[in-house]
């Protein structure tokens, strides 16, 4: 195991070893903190109660799923974070903006913005007292409405969708802008797992994972590559630890060493909180390089298809599933003569690890009988993530491991509907069938040309040729590469209208006309006609369960999110409009009812299967071994090449962004991020020790760091500081969003468009003041 002691040793302010393990007191204390600093002590731990419970609301943080027999808690610590952040005391009340000019918001960080609280009134921009002030909601309906009308074409508005929303709010957003007529759907999916959505139909037959809960209660092998589960999805630590308590494998393939792949005490088992103790998550840790998980992966197979041959010769048992591989799949001997022909030289060079290390995971995984392979975004974020994906499958396939108990892929979604929002319809690629059906159940003719992506909308606002953006949750400008463009390109919108629960930096960003509507948040119960409503969500594994929040709302003028995409759509298409928009959001049942006549198979007795306790699970071909694909197979899928973003220059370093464990996506929680030791602060770059002497810098000195092949010279970030930290020759790390700027707009995986955060080159030099 790698050492994960912190070489600073309190050498450098807010920089100190952290020595327990992930979750235990550490957890505790962290959750008891984020309550009292959002002024939620009381309130916000009733609430916690009802967090992932079957007659309460959705964790508005991860995707995990919840499991069948649920305990008397069922919420992480970023998760109570999230929950604190939304059910905080804290307002944002039209005598708060009254009090702050825009431009002084637009110097404040992320959290401070953030951190003013719940959106209670609409609120408009006005450009001569650089002021939001308060707006009647009818006046706002009436501007965006007016706004999309005055469109010279359809094509000229842009409506993003954020992983947060709801699944009937999300089905009457695509219907919305698909009744203005475009597919402009960016949303947040294009930033994270678009490979996923792009790679594994092609593989498999569908963008979605395979496996459920339950196969990790099989698995004898489980992989993870490209996440942090300590950070990112904590819920999944419960899982992992009971994998480990049985006896399962956990290889971890990361270019930085995790606490909680190392390490987890369960802060619901007694014993460890009691003793202190904990338990091994990851019996092998294989530093990968940044961007060198494609390399990874051909050298497992070829070490797989060696072994394969040597049994074969010996007269042992077969290590490839033969029979599978006959019956199910097609493109094997491609695949084989692309992995035989590719040389150890170059593998081990891309890839990081040696070959010895690469023969000893490949030996373990040829003798494992169940194996489920789990991703994130440290793999899908790069220049051929999408590609990377299906050699992911391709792994799986060699040895019939998708499709059966205990085995599978396990793409590992971030936002808690993210995979929702996408099944409902929020796409800028709609399928034929999801048109033609739209336009049978509503009677109109949908757009058929594909619409933008995120980086697409951005370089279409840039290019002066969106007039509207209707953001549906999210803080799309501080999500998105390139902030230098990206920020002057939000700028150029003529009209902006932003549903949110908080005020964030995309909407100080503002152009002609900037609307803010507030909205009703996950936690807090949404009562329509006198009847209080559930909405409905999909997590990472396929199951859609019913959400139903019990708080108070932050304030009487909020609405929710279904009624809001309502009263745009009807300002906007008018009175002749036939959808009975107001009839929809008077009883979310009848959103529901229109989601399976759009999605018969899928959504089949939808609001019956949705009352029942856990809900259900959507078809996913695939896990039987029924293959949406033209062949009617899975496939192996070649990789084009092993890509240098460092263009053979050996100055030349690889950033990958990472979230504190103080965050969710661009929400800054506060500036901790204990496991890996920082305090307080968020302006470091993790580095090897001897990429620092090889550049005359010592731990603890200011730096810049710049990308890399900018002929502007402006994508920079400074004064930073230096932290000597065990990660791969030639790898540095820092944190999202703050090094967003180092992130080329063009530089973006080729197929699905999701940016390169992962993988940037860049170059580090002394700070000079």
């Known amino acids: 195991m790698a050492d994960d002691s912190n070489p600073a040793g309190g050498k450098i302010p807010g920089v100190k070893p952290y020595g327990g393990p992930a979750g235990g007191w550490g957890a505790l204390k962290a959750v008891a903190g984020a309550l009292a600093d959002q002024e939620t002590v009381v309130e916000g731990g009733k609430t916690l109660m009802r967090a992932n419970q079957p007659e309460g609301f959705d964790c508005p943080g991860c995707a995990w799923p919840d499991p069948k027999h649920t305990s008397s808690f069922e919420f992480c610590e970023n998760g109570a974070k999230a929950v604190a952040w939304e059910a905080t005391s804290k307002r944002a009340t039209p005598e708060v903006f009254a ?331 709609p399928s034929a069938a999801l048109l033609d059906s739209l336009g049978q159940v509503f009677g109109f003719t949908p757009p058929r040309d594909h619409g933008h992506t995120v980086v697409e909308a951005i370089a279409a606002m840039e290019a002066g040729e969106i007039k509207v953006f209707v953001g549906l949750g999210g803080n799309f400008a501080v999500a998105a590469p390139d902030p230098l463009r990206t920020y002057a390109a939000m700028r150029k919108v003529d009209h902006a209208v932003h549903i949110a629960t908080k005020p964030n930096r995309t909407h100080l960003l503002v152009g002609r006309e900037t609307i803010l509507l507030p909205c009703l948040g996950r936690t807090e119960m949404d009562v329509q006609g006198g009847v209080r409503q559930s909405v409905t969500v999909e997590d990472s594994m396929s199951m859609v ?37 107001e009839g929809l959001t008077a009883d979310y049942d009848r959103i529901r009812d229109l989601i399976e006549r759009v999605f018969p198979t899928a959504f089949t007795d939808y609001n019956t299967r949705v009352r029942q306790p856990g809900g259900f699970r959507l078809p996913l071909p695939h896990a039987e071994r029924k293959w949406n694909t033209p062949s009617g197979k899975a496939n192996f899928l070649l990789h084009p090449g092993l890509d240098d973003p460092r263009k053979g220059d050996a100055s030349v370093l690889l950033l990958t962004t990472l979230r504190s464990h103080d965050q969710y996506n661009t929400t800054i929680y506060g500036e901790n991020d204990r496991y890996r030791g920082v305090f307080g602060r968020r302006d470091v770059v993790f580095v090897h020790p001897d990429d620092l002497a090889e550049r005359g810098i010592q731990e603890g000195d200011r730096i810049d760091l710049a990308a890399a092949f900018d002929e502007t010279g402006a994508r920079v970030v400074r004064a930073f500081t230096a932290v000597a930290r065990k990660i791969p020759r030639g790898c540095v790390a820092a944190y999202y969003p703050e090094t967003n700027a180092l992130v080329a707009l063009e530089d973006h995986d080729r197929r699905s468009g999701t940016p390169a955060y992962k993988s940037a080159p860049v170059r580090l030099s002394r700070h000079e003041t």
């Not at 999916?189 to 678009?194: D, G, P, V, Y």
């Not at 060493?257 to 007694?270: G, K, T, W, Y």
């Not at 220049?383 to 499709?403: A, K, P």
């Not at 809001?564 to 409009?577: C, F, S, T």
Request: aromatic share 6%; proline share 5%.
């Open 99 to 429: 009090a702050h000019t825009v431009s002084e918001l637009l110097t404040w960080s992320d959290h401070a913005i953030e951190d003013l609280g719940r959106l209670t009134h609409p609120m408009a921009y006005d450009p001569a007292s650089d002021r939001y002030l308060p707006i009647a909601w009818g006046e706002a309906f009436a501007r965006t409405g007016a706004a999309l009308q005055a469109m010279d074409h359809p094509n000229e508005a842009e409506f993003y969708a954020s992983g947060r929303a709801s699944n009937e709010a999300a089905f009457l957003f695509q219907l919305l802008g698909r009744k203005v007529g475009t597919n402009n759907f960016p949303d947040c999916s294009n930033m994270c797992h678009e490979p996923t959505s792009v790679g594994l139909p092609d593989s498999i037959g569908m963008g979605k994972g395979s496996v459920s809960l339950e196969d990790f209660d099989h698995a004898d092998l489980i992989l993870c590559f490209g996440h942090n589960p300590g950070t990112n999805h904590p819920r999944m630590m419960a899982t992992l630890r009971e994998a480990s308590r049985r006896g399962a494998t956990i290889m971890a393939f990361n270019p930085l060493v995790e606490r909680a792949l190392e390490r987890f005490a369960s802060p619901q088992d007694p014993v460890e909180m009691a003793t202190l103790s904990s338990t091994p998550i990851a019996s092998r840790y294989y530093q990968v390089n940044v961007g060198g998980d494609a390399a990874v992966l051909q050298g497992l197979m070829k070490a797989v298809l060696a072994f394969d041959r040597a049994a074969r010769e010996a007269g042992q048992p077969a290590i490839l599933d033969d029979d599978f591989i006959a019956e199910h799949t097609a493109g094997f001997e491609a695949l084989a003569a692309q992995i035989d022909a590719a040389a150890w030289e170059e593998i081990v060079a891309v890839g990081g690890l040696s070959r010895a290390e690469l023969e000893e995971a490949a030996a373990i995984y040829a003798r494992s009988s169940a194996v489920i392979l789990c991703y994130g975004m440290g793999l899908t974020q790069h220049r051929n993530s999408s590609s990377t994906v299906q050699q992911l499958v391709n792994l799986l396939l060699l040895r019939g491991n998708i499709g059966r108990p205990g085995a599978g892929i396990c793409p590992l979604r971030g936002h808690s509907n993210v995979q929702g929002d996408r099944t409902v319809g929020i796409w800028e690629k």
């Open 545 to 581: 369960h019913a959400s139903r929040g019990l708080n108070p709302p932050a304030s009487e003028q909020l609405m929710s999110e279904p009624a809001i995409v309502a009263g745009i759509a009807r300002a906007a298409l008018g009175d002749e409009d036939p959808v009975d928009w």
